[in-house]
């Protein structure tokens, strides 16, 4: 069973920084593009970043650029979003996700990791 | 960067209702398009991609259409448990930008 399990989310203050992680099984993770999207409170989808299966192209949200870093440790089955100079405006809840196998559309989303960022 | 926008913005239809979403892409995307299925707070889950191809297990009353800056998903029989916010992404090129989404519910 494919499984995605963020953690790391919590409560920060503005300007400081904080590093999300994706554990990931039930697949071949090395074998997969892994995505972030985000979502604040009430608010629709937001894609974030994202991350090819060998870490070769990378991608991020013109909201995010140059703020947050993408990486993942295949050897660790790990995707992870280093986010710094983290803002209000980035509180939400971060969701790590696994590209379909024959196409960039998401199909596997884990639960979920709750940012807020507030002084 | 392309810019995904949605019609309408929210809906209520009646059980066994015909229900249509429009998504349109500011610049042409070809057939990349994904369309998400969000109920209230749970995961988002994958319904169609490639515009119009259904995710194995995804009921055959949902469908998709379209192509270049004009897609729809169709509810043929709208169901209870339908209910649910629907997002369409463009995934042609990054930034791979969602629609802001249509929320669907029961009238």
């Known amino acids: 069973e494919v499984q995605l399990v963020e953690s790391g989310g919590g409560l920060v203050k503005p300007g400081r920084s904080l590093r999300l992680s994706c554990e990931a099984s039930g697949f071949t993770f090395n074998n997969y593009n892994m995505h972030w999207v985000r979502q604040a409170p009430g608010k629709g989808l937001e894609w974030v970043s994202s991350i090819t299966s060998s870490s070769k192209y990378i991608h991020y949200a013109d909201s995010v650029k140059g703020r947050f870093t993408v990486s993942r440790d295949n050897a660790k089955n790990s995707l992870y979003l280093q986010m710094t100079s983290l803002r209000a405006e980035d509180t939400a809840v971060y969701f790590c996700?696994?590209?379909?196998?024959?196409?960039?559309?998401?199909?596997?989303w884990g639960q979920g990791s709750l940012v807020t960022v507030s002084s | 960067d392309i810019q995904m926008t949605q019609s309408p913005s929210s809906l209520s239809a009646s059980v066994g209702d015909r229900v249509t979403i429009t998504c349109r892409a500011s610049q042409g995307i070809s057939n990349f398009l994904a369309w998400y299925q969000q109920e209230p707070g749970k995961v988002p889950k994958l319904l169609i991609y490639g515009a119009s191809t259904l995710l194995s297990g995804v009921p055959s009353r949902f469908s998709g259409s379209g192509s270049g800056t004009d897609f729809t998903l169709t509810i043929s029989s709208l169901q209870p448990e339908d209910v649910a916010t629907y997002y369409c992404?463009?995934?042609?090129?990054?930034?791979?930008?969602f629609g802001p989404g249509t929320t669907v519910d029961i009238k």
């Open positions: 992404q463009n995934y042609n090129s990054a930034p791979f930008t």
């Open positions: 996700a696994r590209e379909h196998t024959w196409t960039p559309a998401l199909d596997y």
